[in-house]
C-alpha cells in the first residue's frame, strides 16, 4: 500500500518564492493549479491521501470543494472537515471558514470522526478507520508551547486505537525532531523519515515540518520526499504492508 501527504497550500502554489509570496499566494486562484496536484497525485498511485490546508469553496476555488474535485481526479472516497469549530470566531470570516483539511481513500472508509484540541488556533484532527488501518491527519499549531499540549491529547487518541496506526500531516515541529520524541517513545510509532529529509520550503528545503508516523505493525517497505514547487511545502510518499 503507499500512503502520500501533502500540504497543499490551499492549491495556490505559483507564487512561491517571489515578492509578496504570502499575499499573493493566499488569495491566488487555484482552481486550474489544483489539477495539477491531482496529475502528481495520480502519478504516485497512492491508496491514502491526506491533505493539509484544503479549500473547501472559497471565491479561489470559484465555490469548489478542492477535496471532492481531488477525490473525481484520482477516482478516491474523500472524507473532508472545516479546521475550525462552528462556534469559533474564525468561521465568521468568509474565505477562513472555507479552509479545511481532507483525507482520500481507494478503501471504503469504515468510519470517520473530527476532533477539535483544546489548545491552539490550528485544532482539527480528522480520524479515518479503513479495513486494515486507522489514520489521524493533523496539522498542528504554530506555536511550540501549544503544540506541545495538542500532543499530549494526539497521543490518547491514538492510544485508543485498535488497529494499526498512521499519523501524518503538517507538525509545525520548528523547535526540530527533538520535540516529537518523547511522544514516538510514548505511543511506540516510528517516524518513516528515518534520514529526517526536509520538507519546507519546497524551493529550498530547510525543515522537516511533514511526517508519516507509523504503528510498529506497519513495515516502512519505502520512503520518498517528492521534489516538486506546486505548493511550498514537500509531498511525502511511504510504500507499507501490515504485519
Given amino acids: 500500500m503507499k500512503f502520500l501527504l501533502y500540504n497543499i497550500r490551499y492549491g495556490t502554489g505559483k507564487y512561491l518564492n517571489q515578492p509578496f509570496k504570502h499575499i499573493r499566494g493566499y488569495l491566488g486562484r487555484s482552481n486550474w493549479h489544483i489539477h495539477k496536484i491531482g496529475s502528481l497525485i495520480n502519478k504516485y498511485k497512492p491508496d491514502i491521501v491526506g491533505l493539509v490546508e484544503v479549500d473547501l469553496g472559497s471565491f479561489r476555488m470559484k465555490s469548489k470543494n478542492q477535496a471532492a474535485v481531488l477525490a473525481r481526479i484520482t477516482r478516491n472516497n474523500n472524507v473532508f472537515q472545516y479546521k475550525y469549530e462552528e462556534n469559533s470566531k474564525y468561521m465568521k470570516f468568509p474565505m477562513v471558514r472555507k479552509q479545511g483539511n481532507a483525507l ?5 472508509i469504515v468510519k470517520k470522526k473530527f476532533h477539535y484540541l483544546d489548545s491552539g488556533m490550528k485544532k482539527l484532527i480528522i480520524e479515518v478507520e479503513t479495513e486494515k488501518v486507522i489514520v489521524f491527519l493533523v496539522h498542528l499549531a504554530l506555536g511550540g508551547k501549544t503544540r506541545q499540549k495538542q500532543i ?8 485508543s486505537a485498535k488497529k494499526p496506526v498512521i499519523v501524518a500531516g503538517d507538525f509545525n515541529a520548528f523547535w526540530g525532531y527533538d520535540e516529537l520524541a518523547m511522544f514516538l517513545k510514548a505511543s511506540g510509532l516510528k517516524n518513516s523519515n528515518v ?14 515540518l511533514d511526517f508519516i ?6 513495515k516502512i517497505n519505502n520512503f520518498k520526499v517528492i521534489q516538486t514547487k506546486l505548493s511550498d511545502h514537500l509531498p511525502v510518499l511511504i510504500d507499507f504492508n501490515i504485519l
Fill in 104 to 108: 482520500l481513500s481507494k478503501s471504503e
Fill in 152 to 159: 499530549v491529547q494526539l497521543y490518547d487518541l491514538v492510544k
Fill in 195 to 208: 534520514n529526517s529529509q526536509p520538507t519546507f520550503p519546497s524551493w529550498k528545503p530547510k525543515k522537516e
Fill in 213 to 218: 508516523l507509523c504503528s510498529q505493525e506497519i
